[in-house]
Each structure stands twice: as C-alpha cells, then as structure tokens.
C-alpha cells in the first residue's frame, strides 16, 4: 500500500503563507488514484481535525477555520497531495497530516510541523 510523506512544514509569521505537499511513495497509480486524500492537523493536547479533504472527483471539503484560506488540491500523475495554506495564524500551529482512504482503510503520514509565530 506504500507510505504517505509529508514535506514543506516549517516556521512563518503570521499573515505568511506555506504549502505543504505529500507523496503517496511506493502506492500504485490504480490505488491512489481512486482514494479520498486529506489533510488534518492536531496541535499540542488537542484531538486530530481535518482540515481539508479531496475525493477522486476532485470534490473539496474544508473546515471552518480553513475555508477561504487553504486550498487542497491533488496531482493523480505524480501522485502528490497539496495544500496551499495563506494568511496563516497562530491558531494554526500544529502537526499537519495526510491522509488516504480507500474501501474503509486508513493510512496516515508521519507528519509536519507548522509553526506560526512571530
């Protein structure tokens, strides 16, 4: 089933923007390609929330928080999930995860850390 990696986390100020990207390594294009993707985030002693999903349709979801700001998107040919995060705040600080599912199955990458501070 191959493994998700998470990259582009890091440290910016607020107002700034990331985007942060996961690989669906070692996962073949006939899995991928019809699994719902999404990105959920858990800050310190806090429960794990999503923050965005995508479906195989292209079909977008987002939380409260993330709508208008986020933008999800995924590229099936490089197997690649993406999320465009603008006008970040502290509140957003937090380990972001990507997430695959497929007929009931769940697979989680290891994680970035996102980091809003001044």
């Known amino acids: 089933q191959g493994r998700l990696v998470e990259s582009g986390g890091g440290l910016v100020q607020p107002g700034g923007s990331l985007r942060l990207s996961c690989v669906a390594s070692?996962?073949?294009?006939?899995?991928?390609?019809?699994?719902?993707l999404g990105w959920y985030r858990q800050a310190p002693g806090k429960e794990r929330d999503l923050v965005a999903s995508i479906t195989s349709t292209g079909r977008t979801e987002y939380s409260d928080s993330a709508k208008g700001r986020f933008t999800i998107s995924r590229d099936n040919s490089r197997k690649r999930l993406y999320l465009q995060m603008n006008g970040l705040a502290p509140a957003d600080t937090a380990v972001y995860y990507c997430?695959?599912?497929?007929?009931?199955?769940?697979?989680w990458g290891q994680g970035t850390q996102v980091t809003v501070s001044s």
């Open positions: 997430h695959r599912s497929l007929d009931g199955r769940n697979f």
């Open positions: 070692g996962t073949i294009t006939s899995v991928f390609n019809p699994s719902t």
